[in-house]
């Protein structure tokens, strides 16, 4: 079956996207001061203290996503499942910062935090069931 042109610009379009979720991890992971030196001093203090399990979700959350979006750009027929992951990840991630933790993120940042993070968490559940329809209606092998 011939390969829809939507796919390869949805499956672009959304590794460039996920990309900017891997360069804000690498960044805040590694610590980059010129990266970090956009925050304050209470933000970054937010940052470097996520439980163990936040980091280790954000992480699955984040290269899930771009191995998702790599597979959908391969066919893959695993490109759902691992979108499915990543969006799971994703959410627990969510529920922690801005529901769970004792200081919530956008107490900290500020109200466009949820908003971006509603159009992250839109965005995510758009792909993996687009990526559903595109293995149902044999595209990915």
Not at 92 to 109: C, P, S, Y
């Amino acid at each position: 079956m011939k390969t829809p042109w939507h796919l390869w610009v949805v499956g672009v379009v959304t590794l460039l996207w996920n990309g900017m979720g891997a360069m804000d991890y690498v960044m805040t992971q590694t610590k980059s001061d010129a990266y970090m030196a956009q925050f304050t001093a209470e933000q970054l203090e937010y940052f470097y203290n996520f439980p163990t399990w936040v980091q280790a979700s954000w992480a699955i959350a984040v290269w899930f996503s771009v191995l998702g979006s790599i597979l959908l750009l391969l066919r893959n027929k695993n490109a759902p499942l691992v979108l499915g992951i990543s969006f799971i990840a994703m959410a627990a991630t969510a529920i922690h910062n801005f529901i769970l933790d004792e200081v919530k993120m956008h107490e900290v940042t500020s109200a466009f935090a949820l908003y971006f993070s509603g159009a992250i968490f839109v965005v995510a559940l758009l792909l993996w069931l687009y990526a559903r329809a595109m293995r149902r209606d044999g595209i990915l092998r």
